[in-house]
């Protein structure tokens, strides 16, 4: 069993995927399993997880640490118009700048993921 925690995403398969449920690691490249349920999913994917890390280990190559490692802090650089236009509207709507950013960043993620 793997020492470091990692971050599982589940989601339903459609019936062309053949239905079930995909269970997959994001920070560890094709790491993923199916299930008819949700729980068998899971185990699935526990034992995808460690072989992945068993057969990373074989062969020397690098093992990701987990996402779960990071701090939800970034420093970022924007042209002063844009820092402008985001401040006025986080004012306008009763937020914090960061509040603003962070909502729109995940509005933006979930509108690319839903159209991918």
Not at 4 to 20: D, Q
Not at 32 to 52: F, K, N, P, Y
Not at 63 to 86: C, D, E, F, T
């Amino acid at each position: 069993m793997s020492e470091i925690t990692y971050p599982m995403i589940i989601r339903p398969l459609s019936k062309e995927e053949g239905g079930g449920f995909l269970a997959e690691f994001p920070d560890l490249p094709g790491c993923m399993a199916d299930g008819e349920t949700i729980e068998e999913a899971i185990v699935q994917a526990h034992d995808a997880l460690d072989s992945w890390l068993a057969t990373a280990k074989l062969h020397g190559d690098p093992i990701p640490s987990s996402s779960s490692n990071y701090s939800g802090q970034w420093r970022m650089r924007v042209p002063k118009s844009l820092h402008a236009a985001l401040a006025l509207r986080a004012k306008q709507e009763g937020v914090s700048l960061n509040m603003l950013a962070a909502t729109l960043l995940a509005e933006g993620l979930g509108h690319r993921e839903t159209h991918s």
